[in-house]
């Protein structure tokens, strides 16, 4: 019998390597797609409309809200982001998992709205460690770097609120425990009733 698709959530402050653990977590997942957001900020270089985000006016995005096909949204860093309930839909109907990549005010929100969403938060070794890495980095001003260590800060405030909480210390170990995570989801008994009722159902 086949499992239903889960909803995940998957948040990190920036610089936590996000986007490289999905990236290679959905080249290893045989179920998980990427529900594709929309977001009013301009393209950045080797964005593709559709695959990245949808990229939208504001007031495409405001219509996108007033029909009731935003599933949440929110505004960050003076741009709007939102969660599109056909991405959503287009992949659980399709009996995958979807994937929301998103920051940890809309993850609250999910949560709200769909009590069985999985919510994993993905963590830094330590702020110094963050820190460092956006340091060497070297794509921002020592004043952005403290803004976004601070930003972090708060953002980790919101980690208690997650289901799983994984530290990525080492790519590889980050990836797996996120396909562990997966695993594990996929068989709690909650979303297995009907498996059990099927054999229950052989058996007599
Ligand atoms: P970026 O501009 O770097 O792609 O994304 C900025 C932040 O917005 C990231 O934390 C990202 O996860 C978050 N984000 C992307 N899409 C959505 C969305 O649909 N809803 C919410 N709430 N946040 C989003």
Known sequence: MENKGILF???APAGCGKDTILNEFFKRSKTAGYAVSATTRAPRSGE???VHYHFLTVDDFKAKIENGEVLEYTEYCGNF???LKK???DLLENGKDAVLKIEVEGAMNIRKKF???CLVF????SLEILEERLRKRGTESEEKIIERTK???TELEFAKNYDYLIVNDDLNE?????LSVFRAEKLRKTRCAELLESIKGEKN
Do not use: K, N
């Open 9 to 11: 959530v998957v948040s």
């Open 174 to 178: 980050a990836v797996e425990d996120l």
């Open 151 to 153: 930003q972090a800060r």
């Open 115 to 117: 009590s069985d969403a």
């Open 122 to 125: 993905i963590l830094p070794p």
């Open 48 to 50: 593709i409309d559709g």
């Open 81 to 83: 982001y939102g969660t």
């Open 87 to 89: 991405s959503v839909d």
